[in-house]
Each structure stands twice: as C-alpha cells, then as structure tokens.
C-alpha cells in the first residue's frame, strides 16, 4: 500500500541536543510537509517542500531546520531541542498545489528532557 | 484572517446513539473542507472532504455538508460506535502556488460508551 512513514516513532533527545525526524513517502507526491502538534492542540505547519523547493512559514522558530534530498524523503532537523519542543512531529504530502487532499503519517512523538 | 471554530470537546454519548460536531469557518473565498480522524497517539487520518458549496462528503457513516451562507461544515453520523472514539478537526485549505496550508479547529475529543 501507497502510505507515509515515519521513523521513530518515538524519539527522546536532550536539552539542546541535536536531533532528526525522518519521513518517507511511496504515493510519489510532490509536496512534504511538517506540521507541530502540542498536547492537546491542532495541528500547525512549520514548513513544506514543493519538490526542492522549500517554503518556511513566516513564525516557525530558526532552531526547526529541513531538508529534502530526493522525492522520498524528508527530514526535520531541530538545531537545538527546548523543552517547549516537545510535541507529536506529522509529516504529510499531497500530489500538487491542484490536488489539495494532505496524507498523513502516523507522528514520531518528541520527548525533550 | 482565516480560521475554524469547533464545537468543545469532550463529548461522551452512548453507542448508537446520534453525533453532531459544529464547525465554522471564516475563509476568503471559498476553501475546501476537511475532516479528519485522530485516534490516540496515531496521525491524523482523512475522513472526508467537500470542495465547493452544497458538497457533501461521506465516508463509514459519518457526513458533512459544505454550507456557504452558514460558513458552516458539520460533521454527522447516524449511529456512533465504540470504535469511533477518537479527536476529530475540522479544516479548511490555503491554496499555495506551491502546496497548501491546512487551518485547523481545535479539535473535538469524541467518546463512546458501550
């Protein structure tokens, strides 16, 4: 089946220590995007990519870094975790600015101690 | 600026019984709707969507009909289950020349209770 994978799902990291979530994708769409969910909140988005094309929202911290190297994947880099950036990491995909539906995967889940 | 409103959570009903989650929007033109499915420590999961006023959308029981004069996309199903416990958000679409941002309500937390 076509879907959207992330890898953890859980991921503990310390105080200010570098770390990556990774997300993969077999639908073959051309956008990725992240989005941060905090307990209990919606969903936000942080960035996306339009094949190589990246588009940061205007509020998303400096600390949250992206990188796209091919189709398939997606990577979430956070320079240097807070305990504010705690919170379930979605990443999801759509086929192109005409096919609006967003796909998403299960969430790696960020534990900052 | 755009947003979406939903109903306050927590709802508790008893299976079988009648759901209605109210969702509101306020949009510039006329974005497609959404719902989505969030089952506990899951992603999120499509539910159903509608594009354009007087859409309705369906999926395993549950509706929304897209209302434009009420700017108004609630969700409904007949006869809830044990197993549709779950938070559900309602959202609206921001169309990019690259993409697109979804806009979320705040979520509605749904229990069912045998």
């Known amino acids: 089946d076509a879907m959207v994978i992330q890898n953890p799902r859980y991921q503990v990291t310390q105080f200010g220590k570098p770390v990556t979530l990774s997300c993969s994708q077999t639908l073959n769409h051309n956008v990725m995007y992240w989005y941060q969910q905090k307990s209990s909140q919606a969903p936000k988005l942080l960035f996306h990519?339009?094949?190589?094309?990246?588009?940061n929202e205007a509020d998303t911290p400096d600390n949250f870094q992206s990188r796209r190297p091919n189709t398939s994947f997606c990577f979430l880099d956070i320079r240097s975790p807070g305990l504010g950036d705690a919170a379930m990491y979605l990443c999801?995909?759509?086929?192109?600015?005409?096919?609006?539906?967003?796909?998403f995967g299960p969430g790696t889940r960020l534990l900052v101690l | 600026g755009d947003s979406v409103t939903q109903m306050e959570g927590p709802v508790t009903l008893s299976e079988e019984a009648f759901l209605t989650i109210n969702c509101t929007y306020t949009a510039t033109g006329y974005p497609s709707l959404f719902w989505y499915v969030q089952y506990p420590g899951e992603g999120l999961q499509l539910l159903l969507k509608?594009?354009?006023?007087?859409d309705k959308g369906s999926n395993k029981g549950f509706e929304a009909t897209y209302r434009k004069e009420t700017t108004s996309f609630h969700l409904e199903k007949g006869s809830v289950q044990v197993s549709d416990s779950a938070v559900y958000f309602c959202?609206?679409?921001?169309?990019?020349?690259?993409?697109?941002?979804?806009?979320f309500g705040q979520g509605t937390e749904l229990s069912v209770k045998p």
């Open positions: 509608a594009t354009k006023a007087d």
């Open positions: 999801a995909t759509s086929k192109g600015h005409t096919q609006e539906t967003q796909y």
């Open positions: 990519y339009y094949d190589k094309d990246f588009n």
């Open positions: 959202a609206l679409i921001l169309l990019y020349n690259q993409g697109g941002k979804l806009i």
